[in-house]
């Protein structure tokens, strides 16, 4: 018997990640990355010197991304260098934080 938290996830993954609707593309690296941005409502922050840094989260299947990335790697999105901060599973996804430098 399934757990509610297992529910909750299957319903998730039918309800919510569809791609045709809420999924959208990137180039990582060299790859076609289909995924799910998710709202972390703070896109933008400043370090200790006043650099601003945008942050992104998005999830993706596990199997998109193989070897998955790992905190601190660096990748290109799109021709764009962003540096992976966390990887995380999620059942079946990644959730992987990102940031980069902008000015």
């Known amino acids: 018997m399934a757990t509610f938290c297992e529910h909750v996830?299957?319903?998730?993954?039918?309800?919510?990640?569809?791609?045709e609707e809420f999924g959208e593309t990137c180039q990582w690296n060299d790859v076609v990355l289909e995924?799910?941005?998710?709202?972390?409502?703070?896109?933008?922050?400043?370090?200790?010197?006043?650099?601003?840094?945008e942050v992104r989260r998005i999830r993706c299947a596990k199997t998109a991304l193989t070897p998955p990335?790992?905190?601190?790697?660096?990748?290109?999105?799109d021709g764009e260098e962003w540096r992976v901060t966390h990887v995380r599973p999620a059942y079946?996804?990644?959730?992987?934080d990102l940031e980069r430098y902008v000015s």
């Open 9 to 19: 996830e299957q319903d998730f993954q039918v309800a919510f990640l569809n791609q």
């Open 35 to 53: 995924y799910f941005p998710v709202a972390t409502g703070d896109d933008l922050r400043i370090d200790a010197d006043g650099v601003n840094i």
């Open 92 to 96: 079946d996804n990644l959730l992987i």
């Open 69 to 77: 990335p790992e905190a601190n790697e660096r990748v290109l999105i």
